[in-house]
Each structure stands twice: as C-alpha cells, then as structure tokens.
C-alpha cells in the first residue's frame, strides 16, 4: 500500500513538473511575441516594406559632345532591343528557333543568349538583339503570334555621327570591365556603358551624369507588380570642343587610301580644330559591341587603324627639323644671317660621305635658300658648327621631345637626343656623325604629328609659346603667352624660307602653292627614310619610291601655316610610307588649310571689307 503511495507522489510530482515547463514555454512565446509585434514593430514593418519595394538606379542621358560651330559629335539615339521573358514561353530553344527564322544569330550570340538565361529568373528579360532598325522591329511585331516570350525595349546608344572621321579624337564608349574602378553605382548596371578611349575616357565623369532611381512594387517572387516613385538622373554635362566637324571630314578625307596623321590648330589659341588619324575604325561599332571577326580584320590591318597616330606614331622629323637647326644655329651665332655656304652635293667627315638629295648639290646658298631647296649639306654642316646640345635645346624651347599633354591617353613624348642622353643610353660619347644626321632630322630624333603642329605654331605666331587644347575659349579671350625669346629678325628669315618653299619656284612644295584672295600658306617638306640606301645603290640606281614595295617607301611630311601675311593656322600632316613630302604631304596639307581659309568668316570680312 505504501508502495503504491509513493508512485502516486512521484507521478503528481512529474506532473506539476511538466505543467510547469509548459507554463515557462508558453511566458516565453508570449514575451517573444511581445518583443517582436511590440517592441520591435518599427524595425520589421520597415523590413516588410523593403521586401514589397524595389529601388532600381535609372541611367541618365550621356551628354552630348558637340564641335566649336554647335555641330553634334557625338549624342544618344533610340537604341530598340529584341528581349525574350522565359516564362511567357511555354519553350525557349522553340521560341528561338523562330526568331532566327525572322533575324539571324550567329553561334556566339545564342550561346550568351542561353547562360544569361540560366543566370537570371525566369521572368527577367534577356537581350536577343539590339540597335533594331525600324524595318526588323516591325518584322518582328508582324510575326509577334510565333513569337511568345518576345518583346521589344526601348533604350538609348551613342552615337557618333561622323563615324571614323572622329574615332581617333572622341573615342567610343563600351561595357564596364573587372578592369575599371566601380567608383559609381551606375558601373554595377548590367550593359552601362562608359568611354574606353579619346575624349569620351578624358571627360567621363562629365559626360555621365547623375543616376535617378525608380521604386517598384513588387511580390514575393520578385515580379513587378507596378510603379510607386521615379526620380528622374541629372543628365550628363554638355561638352563644346574646337574642334571643327567641316575641316574634320576635309582632313580626313584628303588622305584617300592613305595611312598618316594630321593635327590644325589655331595659332594664337591653341585651339585644335583638325585631329585626323588614318585609317582609322567606327566608334559606333564598338559602341555596339564589335564581333571577333571585325576585330581581328582591325588588329591584323598593317596601316594600324586602332593607333591614334597623332599622339602615339613616332616618326623621324626629317627636313621639316630644319627650322629648329637653322634656328639654333642663328641664335648661338654659329651661322650668320648673310652667310653663304656651298654645296657639292656631299661632303666628307673621315672616311664617310654624307650625301645631298640633290646630287649635283646646290650651289652657294644662305639660310632662307637652304630652306628653300631643303639643301642636306647646308644643315650638316650647320649642325656641325652648331652642336647637338644647343640643337637639343632650341628643339625643346619648340614642344619637341615631350607630351603636349592634352589629356588623351597613350601620348608619346618623342626624343631629342643630346650628348647627356646617349651617354646616360648607352655608356657611349656622342659622335660628330651622329650631329650631322640629327642636322636633317634623322637618328635618334623621333617626333610625333602634334608636336610638329606645336614647333609650327609656335613658329607662325613668332616665338610665343603656345599649347594645345580640346576646350573652347570664351569669345574675345586668349591665354596669355609667354615669349621664347628668339630674336624676331632670325624668326623672319625662317618664316621667309618657309614661305619660299611653298610660293617660289624651286621651293621643294611650289605645286602646292595656291592664292586664296591674297592669301597663301608656307611650310616645309620632309621625307625619312625607313630603309638604308647602300653604297652599291647610290653608285647604280637608287630605287624609286614606287618600285619599293609600300612597307619601305619614305614617310612624306610637311608643316606649313596660313595666311603668310598674319598667320592663323598651322598644320603638320604625316604620310606613312607616302614616298615624299612634297608628292603626299604638302598637297594633303595644301587642302586642309585652303579650305581652312575659305571657311575662315573673318579673313573673307577682311577681305570684303577692302
């Protein structure tokens, strides 16, 4: 009986224990429950509404580029993309199937098309196609019942409308990559795009603009059930360049099938108003993404369309470095004004001969007839007398031998070598032979097109040292210009050579002369030489440029400005293996700053006005 008794106390025990756990359990539910609806009901009803709301960023219009008479350069455009919505197709391969029945995809395209699909939810539309013409959207709409799952977005591209007349100086845009800083929200947008080159890269920030956002409503599954709030992006800045779109397509158009460089700009100001690379390659299509096909036809062109020869060709200044030696020369009195010298058409230095262009020589002739015939003896030995450090010197004073810095990318700075630079180079002395070559331009000296643009400028303008610039001035403003201290008498008799090179019989560029209501231009031939010419050679026949094959032809270069009288413009055009300056150059040259001329509003004022 007792027995008994305690197994009842022991299971009334147990019991009380265990209603007792229960009532513990059900105070903590209802403490949790509590703390949860009540103390923390802020807090979750904040995270329910971000779960029911969804903030997207709205890319905002890339803003316009436009050239320095308010001409557009570059703008946005409708951009119509064909999209296929997994779920709204009962099967995708199908419904694919029928698209390219109606537009074709190539392999690439339909692969991206199948893991972009695997990557994102069923209801997430997929690119198929983009840059639809009016023509293939309407295709497409016509066909719209074979075609479920498919539907057409509107959006906006760039759009460059000179093409590859302006590749070279504008750039293009393109897709972000793992290689670019993610310092905007915007950059994490699948397909945003920014510049990759030019000035589209040099003015990114700029031209971008500030994204908006837009706040969906949406469920559980993430769909889009409708839109509570658009706050609209500030769209990119507009940007007003100087360079000239007529005088763009003119330069670029002078070259025909040739490969080279050409840099206008404005004297005084700095302004750039040409800025040629040829050939060259369209923006728009890398805007829109370039197949492999077409980039590898780029990158295996031997005329290098993809290098911005402007900036990154290196090429030997050749005759038109003769400005700079005569320069120096008068300027360290190593030769005198009204100093003649004589040419037999070689000289000796040791046991080497240094041969004239011409072979029979020139003659005795001063410093404005060495310009004018471009005569090699005259400058070896001017250079002979004059030094390679005051050569160097001098040459600097005029932009040679390092960048321009106008802010696009892969700018070369070029050389001019002097004798602390070889020796520094090589752990060699510098040789009198070496002074003699560097006297016409060759060697070491290597330039590129912008800075010969500069030299010329700079000595157009008299002396004043002027810099290059994409950015428009204010009317009736000028930078202030800081003087090179060359004596104005030695300035003119080279700027004479010059202008008897163009417009004086037996100047080297007289069939490229012209008179423009009394106006005319004035420069200075040159060619390099990209192959050695043997001993066996000279003593045969030397080669002529056309029988060589393209690869070992000369370059052809000139630099001339306009008008003589009150120089504006200057140029410096490059040929690539054109054969000679003044057969390739200066007649590419002579188009460019004649239409300059003609287009000039206040030269044909002046003009009128007399």
């Known amino acids: 009986m007792n027995r008994d008794n305690d197994k009842g106390k022991v299971l009334i025990q147990r019991t009380l224990f265990l209603a007792l756990g229960e009532f513990l359990a059900f105070l903590l539910i209802i403490f949790r429950l509590y703390y949860l609806?009540?103390?923390?009901?802020?807090?979750?009803?904040?995270?329910?509404?971000?779960?029911?709301?969804?903030?997207?960023?709205?890319?905002?219009?890339?803003?316009?580029?436009?050239?320095?008479?308010?001409?557009?350069?570059?703008?946005?455009?409708?951009?119509?993309?064909?999209?296929?919505?997994?779920?709204?197709?009962?099967?995708?391969?199908?419904?694919?199937?029928?698209?390219?029945?109606i537009m074709p995809l190539s392999d690439v395209e339909e692969e991206r098309i199948k893991k972009d699909l695997k990557r994102n939810r069923s209801f997430v539309p997929i690119k198929?196609?983009?840059?639809?013409?009016?023509?293939?959207?309407?295709?497409?709409?016509?066909?719209?019942?074979?075609?479920?799952?498919?539907?057409?977005?509107?959006?906006?591209?760039?759009?460059?409308?000179?093409?590859?007349?302006?590749?070279?100086?504008?750039?293009?845009?393109s897709s972000v990559s793992d290689k670019d800083v993610k310092d905007d929200p915007l950059l994490e947008i699948p397909g945003f795009k920014i510049g990759k080159s030019g000035i589209e890269k040099l003015y990114e920030k700029k031209l971008r603009g500030k994204s908006g956002n837009l706040k969906l409503e949406v469920n559980a599954l993430g769909r889009v059930m409708k839109?509570?709030?658009?706050?609209?992006?500030?769209?990119?800045?507009?940007?007003?360049?100087?360079?000239?779109?007529?005088?763009?397509?003119?330069?670029?158009?002078?070259?025909?099938?040739?490969?080279?460089a050409a840099v206008l700009m404005d004297v005084n100001t700095g302004e750039i108003l040409a800025f040629v690379s040829t050939p060259s390659f369209d923006p728009n299509q890398m805007a829109q993404g370039i197949n492999a096909k077409d980039w590898k036809a780029l990158l295996d062109n031997e005329k290098n369309p993809l290098t911005n020869k402007v900036l990154s060709g290196l090429y030997s200044p050749g005759s038109t470095f003769k400005?700079?030696?005569?320069?120096?020369?008068?300027?360290?009195?190593?030769?005198?004004?009204?100093?003649?010298?004589?040419?037999?058409?070689?000289?000796?230095?040791?046991?080497?001969?240094?041969?004239?262009?011409?072979?029979?020589?020139h003659g005795y002739i001063n410093v404005v007839e060495a310009l004018k015939h471009s005569c090699d003896i005259f400058f070896y030995e001017t250079a002979q007398k004059t030094g390679i450090d005051k050569i160097a010197k001098m040459a600097r004073n005029f932009g040679l031998g390092s960048p321009v810095n106008i802010g696009l990318e892969n700018e070369k700075a070029g050389l001019i070598p002097d004798r602390e630079w070889k020796w520094k180079?090589?752990?060699?002395?510098?040789?009198?032979?070496?002074?003699?070559?560097?006297?016409?331009?060759?060697?070491?000296?290597?330039?590129?097109?912008?800075?010969?643009?500069?030299?010329t400028a700079r000595i157009a303008n008299g002396g004043y040292n002027v810099q290059p610039t994409f950015i428009k001035r204010e009317a009736d403003t000028s930078p202030e210009l800081s003087h090179l201290n060359i004596k104005p008498n030695h300035m003119n008799m080279v700027k004479e050579g010059m202008c008897q090179v163009v417009n004086s019989p037996g100047g080297t560029a007289y069939a490229s002369h012209f008179d423009y209501k009394g106006h005319q231009m004035c420069?200075?031939?040159?060619?390099?030489?990209?192959?050695?010419?043997?001993?066996?050679?000279?003593?045969?026949?030397?080669?002529?440029?056309?029988?060589?094959?393209?690869?070992?032809?000369?370059?052809?270069?000139?630099?001339?400005?306009?008008?003589?009288?009150?120089?504006?413009?200057?140029?410096?055009v490059l040929v690539e293996h054109g054969g000679g300056g003044s057969s390739a150059a200066a007649p590419v040259a002579r188009k460019i700053l004649l239409e300059a001329l003609m287009s000039d509003k206040e030269i044909n004022s002046q003009q009128e006005g007399k």
């Open 523 to 572: 420069g200075k031939t040159g060619s390099t030489q990209v192959r050695r010419i043997t001993m066996k050679e000279r003593q045969t026949r030397i080669l002529k440029q056309h029988e060589l094959p393209w690869h070992l032809r000369d370059h052809g270069l000139f630099v001339g400005y306009a008008p003589h009288d009150n120089p504006k413009y200057a140029v410096a």
């Open 425 to 455: 180079r090589f752990g060699e002395p510098w040789q009198q032979g070496e002074t003699l070559i560097s006297g016409i331009g060759q060697g070491y000296i290597l330039t590129t097109p912008i800075q010969l643009a500069v030299m």
């Open 227 to 260: 839109e509570i709030e658009r706050v609209d992006g500030i769209p990119g800045e507009r940007l007003d360049l100087t360079i000239d779109a007529h005088l763009q397509e003119v330069a670029y158009d002078a070259f025909g099938e040739e490969a080279g």
């Open 128 to 173: 198929i196609k983009d840059n639809l013409t009016w023509e293939e959207v309407s295709r497409i709409q016509l066909n719209a019942p074979d075609l479920p799952g498919i539907i057409i977005d509107e959006g906006m591209s760039r759009y460059y409308p000179l093409g590859e007349k302006t590749a070279h100086v504008l750039g293009y845009v």
């Open 37 to 101: 609806q009540v103390y923390e009901a802020d807090k979750y009803k904040m995270l329910a509404d971000e779960n029911r709301v969804s903030t997207r960023l709205l890319i905002p219009p890339r803003g316009i580029i436009y050239d320095r008479h308010q001409n557009v350069l570059a703008t946005n455009q409708q951009n119509f993309q064909a999209m296929i919505v997994a779920e709204q197709t009962t099967d995708v391969q199908e419904t694919l199937d029928a698209f390219k029945k």
């Open 323 to 361: 400005m700079i030696v005569a320069l120096a020369a008068l300027e360290g009195d190593a030769q005198k004004a009204d100093a003649r010298s004589f040419c037999a058409g070689k000289m000796m230095l040791g046991n080497h001969t240094f041969h004239c262009w011409k072979r029979i020589g």
